[in-house]
């Protein structure tokens, strides 16, 4: 069995089908997902992919992506898509997992690969997207956790942070927690959960799950549920931040190396 189930496609009269691909990366030396084809020397983790399925295919390919993390942010579940052409079937989805895969890992791994309907988009028909944050809350750092955690050494209270992640439930403005999108961009999203979970060790993991996510709104919430955690903010304060429809009004913007996306659901 395959992660996906569907269509395999290719009849007479019939669209090609869409590659899926879930993806998981280390972000650290990349400028980001996207590539930036006007600016050479720009490494991307769209760039190396789209790169190596190019090799594969022997073509080139256009990728699209569930969500285009920035540069430093990692991926255990980024869903890709791109469009077969005839001359690429039949296509063996694990061959191109393996390929792939050898030539980029481990710091970009194809976790899975399966053939989808046409119709398929893997920003525009996804459901919800899953973020993790994680924090080192320890007086001494980790150099093997550096390249995904925060390291935070003072002491951070967990139940105001537990207080302060739940009014983000819900559909709000999250005009106080996103970077500036193009005019007429909406900034309402609906949060499906947020929550911190205790790993131990003075490990903690922020996850929230949203339809979709502005630009930088995760880490301008866990940014300013830290401030919260220090005791600098109050947990009562967060829904007056959400009102206030001003990033002023929010906090620090929490590194992006504890940010990870980690699950999307279709």
């Not at 976790?111 to 046409?118: C, F, K, N, T």
């Not at 899953?130 to 320890?138: E, K």
């Amino acid at each position: 069995m395959t992660l996906f189930d569907a269509p395999r496609g290719g009849g007479p009269g019939t669209e090609p089908p869409q590659v899926r691909l879930v993806v998981a990366y280390d972000g650290t030396d990349f400028s980001g997902f996207a590539a930036q084809p006007g600016q050479p020397g720009v490494r991307t983790v769209g760039g190396v992919l789209a790169d190596a399925i190019g090799k594969v295919l022997r073509r080139d390919v256009q990728l699209s992506c569930a969500g285009r993390t920035d540069a430093g942010v990692h991926a255990w579940g980024q869903v890709v898509g791109f469009a077969t052409e005839p001359g690429d079937l039949p296509l063996d989805p694990s061959r191109l997992q393996t390929s792939v895969s050898s030539m980029l890992g481990p710091e970009v791994v194809v976790r899975a690969a399966d053939l989808v309907g046409p119709s398929f988009d893997a920003r525009h028909s996804a459901r919800w997207r899953l973020y993790r944050y994680t924090i080192l809350n320890r007086t001494v750092p980790d150099p093997f956790r550096d390249r995904f955690t925060w390291w935070v050494p003072e002491p951070l209270d967990l139940h105001a942070l537990r207080l302060a992640a739940d009014p983000f439930v819900g559909s709000h403005d999250f005009t106080s927690f996103c970077r500036k999108g193009p005019p007429g961009s909406s900034t309402v999203r609906k949060v499906i959960h947020s929550r911190w979970v205790d790993e131990g060790e003075g490990v903690l993991r922020y996850e929230i799950s949203a339809n979709a996510f502005c630009w930088q709104m995760v880490r301008s919430i866990v940014g300013t549920l830290v401030e919260v955690g220090y005791g600098k903010r109050k947990p009562g304060d967060m829904m007056s931040i959400l009102r206030a429809g001003d990033r002023d009004a929010a906090g620090q913007l929490a590194p992006p190396r504890g940010l990870c996306l980690w699950e999307v659901g279709y």
